[in-house]
């Protein structure tokens, strides 16, 4: 029986898991760009958020 493409990290873990458990090379390979998949669209978004306008971090802005 085949599990379902995974989507969350705790299902990708799992999955990576069992694919070494079975010596699943083909499945491993698979999880495996599915976990650099979810990495790489992670980093983007934090890239995302260092890059954007930068706002006042713990200040309140001066008096006009």
Known sequence: MRAPDPHTKASLVAAL?????DCD???LRRLLA???EQ???ADL???RDALGPRR???R???PR
Request: charged letters at 30%.
């Open 39 to 41: 990495v790489t669209i």
């Open 25 to 27: 090379e083909r499945g």
């Open 45 to 47: 978004h934090t890239l």
């Open 56 to 58: 006042h971090r713990g």
């Open 34 to 36: 599915r976990l650099a």
């Open 60 to 62: 309140r802005p001066g």
């Open 17 to 21: 898991t069992d694919a070494v458990r």
